[in-house]
T-cell receptor, first 113, second 111 residues
């Protein structure tokens, strides 16, 4: 158990809908990272927050957004969902701003029908 | 060209074999090198972390980095069926403040 929690574990929704994925980092970790893992693209970095502020953006679509709250938990919002958004979404946390090792949560499996 | 290239496998070996997993990368700015193990339907877990050329050993696992060739390897000695998983190399570029992952190599260790 990495200490990172993610909810929900599974999510099934329809195209065009909006969903919110939630992540709680390990106790004391200030950084939260979001990744998308699909069969054809592998593990893709989406976005990094440190202590409430956005630090880096990767291949994140404009339909996706994230935020980190004062209690350090983070939410990833996915809107106008398309079939191709079906994937595993992982959250990871680390103590600092990136060089430190990242610890991954169990992931949320999203299926868009 | 992808920033990090990794053979997806699958790689099937008998129990007890020595396994060699490899990645190449293109950006010489990459500074830190990691190997993650991911079991099916689980989150990746960190196995090894190194930032210099050379070898780093931890139990049955040895990570090797050759910065001049932009080549990293993970060796698993005395492989066990419990080692069956996907192994992902990951490289950290300090300036970009992000980890770049290889696509992963699927390993199966058979009895």
């Amino acid at each position: 158990d990495s200490g990172v929690t993610q909810t929900p574990k599974h999510l099934i929704t329809a195209t065009g809908q909006r969903v919110t994925l939630r992540c709680s980092p390990r106790s004391g970790d200030l950084s939260v990272y979001w990744y998308q893992q699909s069969l054809d693209q592998g593990l893709q970095f989406l976005i990094h927050y440190y202590n409430g502020e956005e630090r880096a953006k990767g291949n994140i679509l404009e339909r996706f957004s994230a935020q980190q709250f004062p209690d350090l938990h983070s939410e990833l919002n996915l809107s106008s969902l398309e079939l191709g958004d079906s994937a595993l979404y992982f959250c990871a946390s680390s103590g600092g701003t990136g060089r430190e090792t990242q610890y991954f949560g169990p992931g949320t499996r999203l299926l868009v029908l | 060209q992808k920033e990090v290239e990794q053979d997806p496998g699958p790689l099937s070996v008998p129990e007890g074999a020595i396994v060699s997993l490899n990645c190449t990368y293109s950006n010489s700015a990459f500074q830190y090198f990691m190997w993650y193990r991911q079991y099916s339907r689980k989150g990746p877990e960190l196995l090894m972390y190194t930032y210099s050329s050379g070898n780093k050993e931890d139990g049955r696992f040895t990570a090797q980095v050759d910065k001049s060739s932009k080549y990293i390897s993970l060796f698993i000695r005395d492989s066990q069926p419990s080692d069956s998983a996907t192994y992902l190399c990951a490289i950290y570029e300090g300036g970009g403040n992000k980890l770049t992952f290889g696509t992963g190599t699927q390993l199966k260790v058979e009895l």
